[in-house]
């Protein structure tokens, strides 16, 4: 049996739309536009803005974890701005990165692009040549983990615009 809503109903029931449609587009706005915004809702820290050359545009770094001689696992928050991604690298013993806002890319070399969204996780294996960013038009907030027992990262040619786009 069809159930027949009075006036009044379909009212109360369209406000409520219109206002969660507008609370989530708000939500959307907020975290296109200001970095800190997104870590106001998120457990870990921003960081400092990451200042060597291994990056393309804005990126921040909280490192949680160090590795040591007793667990050489490192653990670090990494926050790109739209555009920003790191340049072409591998790691000797893989790593796993953990999405916790935002949306990005990871790509390995010879394979197409991997869209990433909160909540996705990537398994990067060993010594396998990749990269990581943002998507152009949103952030994107990361937990990179990484065994640091076979060496450190090594870091190659920039990714360019050209293939950030494809
Ligand atoms: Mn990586």
Known sequence: MAKIYSRTDLAIISIVVIMITISSCRDAEEQKSNVDAIHQKLIFAKGEKITNNNFTGNAYLQMLINADSLNQTSVGNVTFEPGARTKWHLHPA???LLVTDGVGYYQEKG???????KGDSVKCPPNTEHWHG?????????LAITGREKGETVWLNAVSDEEYLK
Request: glycine share 6%; no cysteine.
């Open 94 to 96: 893989g790593q796993i």
């Open 111 to 117: 394979k197409l692009k991997k869209i990433l969204r």
């Open 134 to 142: 943002a998507s152009p038009d949103t952030f994107f907030v990361q």
